[in-house]
């Protein structure tokens, strides 16, 4: 089944040449079904970018969503155009009074900042506390579970010596979370961030699950155990050379990057990497979408506003 998009965002073509069926709203309009409506915070700088990677595992789902794009109306963005934005993103103040089956709020690059410092923090935790009446589920990702974790649970984040970047095997903790449904012992996916979250941490915490953990960088999905909560501290959403242009990007700073660990092939970033990643991915959030939203969620959206009340 499709994803339900604006007609003209950039992604479509990209997707469509990928063999993923994306549906325009006036096609889906005529659908007699409830699609699921989805709301992704964007606080990446490369939007486009993010907008298909997340559009492309959202769309090999067996279920229609109706995706709807969120940007934060105290920062202004310097990589995305003013048009685009404009004609593709929301602001807070138009969805605040809507409910959503998920929501995704992405990573950023400002994990080296104190949370309190990012200078839409305060719009941010506004969102994530207004997500626990008005969203079902929805995940975090990279920064974005970090401030997750800290703005719900007062976890706090570290930073490290040097920057986490590359493709890390994680071991499953809990095969039968739903969540985990289908994945092997192990799996691979990328992480890219100057700061973790400590596992004793989250472990001292007794409404939240670690699903998965890898050895070099730490835990991985993390899961309320309600299930309306979900953290995922890397970036399984990215493409084959998302790591490489933030190597170059880096190294071009003057910035003396590391290599990403287990990335280039033999360590040369002359060489294509490849793809490890995207069958994990895409069933972390086909997992997602149907365990704790499809299955989840109320017919009638509404019917959050009197479950969850504040």
């Known amino acids: 089944m499709p994803i339900k998009v604006h007609s003209n965002l ?32 964007n606080l990446m700088p490369t939007k486009i970018a993010t907008e298909t990677q997340l559009l492309r595992l959202l769309g090999n789902s067996p279920l229609q969503v109706d995706i709807e794009l969120l940007q934060m109306a105290s920062h202004i963005s310097k990589n995305t155009s003013a048009d685009h934005l404009t004609t593709f993103y929301k602001t807070f103040d138009d969805v605040r009074d809507d409910t959503y089956d998920g ?26 506390e207004w997500s626990k009446q008005n969203v079902y589920s929805t995940v975090h990702i990279c920064w974005g579970a970090q401030a997750g974790l800290y703005c719900h649970y007062g976890i706090g984040k570290y930073e490290f010596s040097e920057k986490l970047s590359g493709i890390y095997r994680h071991r499953v903790l809990n095969p039968l979370h739903p969540l ?7 799996f691979l996916i990328p992480h890219s961030r100057h700061t973790g979250v400590r596992t004793e941490d989250i472990e001292r ?3 939240l699950e670690i699903l998965a953990r890898s050895d070099e960088a730490g835990a991985a999905v993390i899961c309320a155990k309600t299930g309306r909560q979900v953290f995922v501290t890397g970036h399984a959403e990215y493409d084959r050379e998302t790591l490489a242009n933030e190597f170059y990007r880096d190294r071009s700073r003057g910035l003396n990057p590391r290599l990403p660990r287990n990335y280039f092939p ?15 991915a895409t069933l972390l959030y086909t997992n997602w979408l149907n365990y704790f939203v499809y299955q989840a969620t109320p017919y009638d959206l509404r019917e959050l506003l009197k479950k969850y009340p504040h």
């Open 10 to 41: 950039p992604a479509i073509k990209v997707l469509e040449s990928e063999n993923i069926f994306v549906m325009p709203n006036e096609v889906a309009l005529r659908q007699d079904i409830r699609p699921l409506k989805i709301l992704i915070l």
């Open 103 to 128: 929501l995704i709020i992405t990573g950023a690059p400002v994990e080296q900042l104190p949370f309190e410092e990012v200078d839409y923090w305060s719009e941010l935790c506004e969102i994530m």
């Open 180 to 186: 985990m449904r289908g994945f092997d012992d192990s």
């Open 205 to 207: 915490e007794k409404t």
């Open 266 to 280: 033999d360590d040369d970033p002359s060489q294509t990497p490849p793809m490890v990643w995207r069958s994990n």
